[in-house]
């Protein structure tokens, strides 16, 4: 096993770990990581909004904030790789 000049092992990209790209095993670990906390929480709780009171299990305010920040975080990315 030779190395080339940015110190990888030569046939595999910087960004993979055994040929398996970085981003994708991070969002795996991520993802993995979300279900086990929401898992975690499932207790009924009192969400208050502005105006009115709902009572659901924690797992599913957790999850929809979870779901939220993903949608907002693909739309600034769109944003950002268009400039």
Known sequence: ???NLGGAPSGKK??????????????VVAAAL?????FA????V????WVFTVTAPLWI???????????????FKGR???R
């Open 46 to 49: 009192q969400i208050q909004f």
């Open 80 to 82: 950002r790789d268009n």
């Open 1 to 3: 096993m030779t190395k």
């Open 14 to 27: 910087p960004s993979e770990i055994a040929g398996i790209p970085i981003n994708l095993v991070v969002g």
């Open 34 to 38: 979300a279900l086990w906390f929401l």
């Open 61 to 75: 305010a957790l999850l929809t904030t979870l779901l939220i920040g993903a949608v907002v975080g693909y739309v």
């Open 41 to 44: 929480n499932l207790e009924r």
